[in-house]
């Protein structure tokens, strides 16, 4: 949008809104890229360790209420 008389700001705010938009983009692509290779080693090292006989088990909880 035009500020003719605040050509700063509105330059500034352009730029600064474009550059969240753009480095949230990035960061999505680049945390899919992380999850990906993490998953890929984790099948790796959860199959080295049923190759020796461990098995692996993982229990993830209900919420729970707390006092904090």
């Not at 700063?8 to 969240?20: C, D, I, R, V």
């Not at 680049?30 to 692996?56: K, T």
């Amino acid at each position: 949008h035009p500020t003719p008389t605040a050509s700063m700001y509105g330059g500034t705010k352009a730029f600064l809104t474009h550059f969240a938009i753009d480095l949230a983009a990035e960061m999505r692509r680049a945390l899919r890229r992380l999850r990906d290779r993490v998953r890929q080693i984790a099948s790796v090292f959860f199959a080295l360790l049923a190759a020796e006989g461990i098995d692996v088990l993982v229990v993830h909880p209900s919420p729970v209420n707390t006092n904090f």
